[in-house]
């Protein structure tokens, strides 16, 4: 069955860095959208960044865009989120996600609040003032 695992969360300080790493398994990786997404206590979850395995091509949210960045590698069935110049608001519990989204979905959907159709245990971010 699909399995996604993610790692990399932490605290950090305002204006650091962190990278998340999401394994993914169970499926052929080049078939599903990817994308991070995160949740804060009292708020709704957010579609932070996707990309699609077959071309690479990605999206954001605009609270994070020319600040994070999302990869992959595709040998490792890895995707990556770089997170830079972190805020306190930024502060939330990441989620990686994966639903068979073709291109132009994927870089939309989730972003519109649809929910994709599996997801890892979530990894915790916390940015300190």
Same mark, same amino acid.
């Given at each position: 069955? $699909?399995?996604? $695992? ?5 605290? %950090? ?11 993914? /398994?169970?499926y052929t990786? /080049? ?5 991070? =997404? ?6 709704e979850r957010?579609?932070? +960044?996707?990309?699609?395995? +077959? ?9 994070? &865009?020319?600040? =994070?960045?999302? /990869?992959?590698?595709?040998? &490792? ?14 502060? +939330?519990m990441y989620?990686?996600? +994966? ?11 989730? =972003?519109?609040?649809?929910? =994709? ?7 915790? %971010?916390? %940015?300190?003032?």
């Open positions: 069955q $699909v399995q996604l $695992v993610e790692s990399g969360g932490g605290l %950090v300080q305002a204006g650091g860095s962190l990278r998340l790493s999401c394994a993914a /398994s169970g990786y /080049s078939r599903y959208c990817m994308g991070w =997404f995160r949740q804060a206590p009292g708020k957010e579609g932070v +960044a996707t990309i699609h395995p +077959a071309g690479g091509s990605t999206n954001y949210a605009d609270s994070v &865009k020319g600040r =994070f960045t999302i /990869s992959q590698d595709n040998a &490792k069935s890895t995707v990556y989120l770089q997170m830079n110049s972190l805020k306190t608001e930024d502060t +939330a989620y990686c996600e +994966a639903d068979s989204y073709a291109v132009l979905d994927c870089l939309g959907v989730g =972003f519109r609040g649809a929910k =994709f159709g599996y997801w890892g245990q979530g990894t915790q %971010v916390t %940015v300190s003032s």
